[in-house]
């Protein structure tokens, strides 16, 4: 059928002299979107400064173009440029430390091709954790919605639940129901409470979580824990069409049995399960890739675990009241048992889970980089090249300890269009402009050159990699894989009015915190208009909360 393209939208008809793009022989999708990467701000940063060797591995320089380099940790303009090669026209930081969103702003502004909106850290803030012991769920949401608008936010990002707190006293939380040094909050309290506050405001997104114990053997049962805890949470948006209140993101790293690395194995068709009869429970992948990357996490305890296990270095940041960080680099390596489990864990998401509830992200460059999204599809539609991996590179633990060899199951065209593009629109909350090609969609367009039967695993690598042509808002900004046009997108951020007089009190809590704690002042605080080449604001009306 033909699509038709005005003032940067899809609409009903055009003229007759319009321009044509014949996409005859090839796929139509919208623009890819990506709903949880890490592509700006201090700790992505940090991993450029402290890895020369990964901005070595890769260098892009064509005419016309800025140039840029780095594997894993790719400056600005090349992030840009290669989510935009690959058809993608949409990117959303997943974790922005409140105090330093300035900065991940600043990159956005130097980042192009793609719109952006980055998710602020909510799970161990000191005004989150006090308001919930308290039981006032009110003035969180209040705080939540100031915090939102501040440093021009997003939706509420949870990582580690009071864990990443714990850890500027050495500690750690280990279960859903570890309380949390001082605080003396739980990490349950803390999700239930968030997510009562997300519904509350009704936010585009549910939170979204990165849970407790990643990345460790038996872990399984935390997570699914942590998605039972909000069952009884009805979404409630206020806009967009989210029918889930609860994400759970990189779920690969979230999906380990075992006590230790010795008997570790899968549980992913457990946790997929519990996900397709949940309706309330989307989760993103974080499929590794088997490549040498480098791990970035507000998750600060599981950063300096991830570094005794590896040896290698070690960076490692607290936030002041917010949050902390820590980066270290790691080498997937196909023949090691463990990776090779975890390879074919995140792969058992994908093929055991109802395609309606799974999104595809690598939690970039955590298990591997963005660019390779394309291999990944690969392994989704051909058997036969997942085959080839499973028995001829990887290691056999990933054939002994999950089920990843049991399942034929092979990805279409439509089902790879859901998991990377219309599913991240539904739950993001964004479904009336984007992850479709109906009339009133922005026109960001994606044509690949690829045979729907195609099931030769290089080539449908290369056609996802290279896209033929991409249109962002109706203008042809990728031309057979280059980059012809150089555009910069929206950043997104939501503003919800909450009632005046909520407001007023919890400002005075605000600049209290400001005054005995933070070490800027509360004028230097917020992220101010021209932190952005040009904002999209989602008002939501929330005053009947006061
Ligand atoms: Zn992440």
Known sequence: MDICVKDGKIVESVSNDAKVIDASGCVVMPGGIDSHSHV?????????????????????????????????IPSTYKTGYQYSEMGYTFVVEAAMPPLI??????????????????????????????????????????????????????????????????????????SLDDPVPYFDITPREIVTGLAKVNEMLGLPHSIHVHPNNLGHPGNWETTLETMKCVEGIK???RVGERETSYYNTHTQFHSYGGTSWKDFESKAVE????????????IDVGQVTLDETTTMTADGPMEYDLHMTNGLKWANCDVELETGSGVVPFIYSPKGPVYAVQWAIGLELFLYTNTDKVLL?????????????????AWLMS??????????KVHKWAQQRSHVADSDKEYDLYEIAKVTRANQAKVLGLSETKGHLGVGAEADISIYAIDPEEKDGKKIEKAFRYAKYVLKRGEVVVKDGNIVKQVFGDTIYVDVQVGEDLMNEVLKDVEEKFRRYYSINLENYPVSEEYANSWRVIKIDATDIN
């Open 361 to 377: 992200t690598t939690d970039h460059p955590n298990a591997g980089p963005f660019t390779r999204y394309p291999r990944v599809i």
């Open 101 to 174: 969103a300035r900065h991940t702003h600043e990159e956005f502004m130097e980042t192009p091709q793609i719109d952006k909106a980055a998710m602020p850290l909510f799970g161990n803030n000191w005004m989150v954790l006090e308001y919930l012991k308290e039981g006032d769920i009110k003035a969180c949401a209040a705080f939540v919605a100031w915090l939102l608008k501040t440093v021009k936010g997003f939706a509420i990002k949870i990582v580690n639940p009071g864990g990443t707190e714990a850890w500027g006293w050495g500690k750690n939380v280990h």
């Open 40 to 72: 700006a701000g201090a700790k992505v940063n940090v991993g450029r400064i402290f890895r020369p060797e990964d901005s070595k591995k890769e260098i892009y320089a064509k005419k016309g173009l800025r140039t840029g380099t780095g594997f894993s």
């Open 235 to 237: 979404a409630k948006p």
């Open 271 to 282: 946790i997929a399960e519990y996900v397709n009869k949940s309706k309330h429970v989307v």
């Open 383 to 392: 058997k036969k090249y997942r085959d080839e991996w499973l028995y001829n």
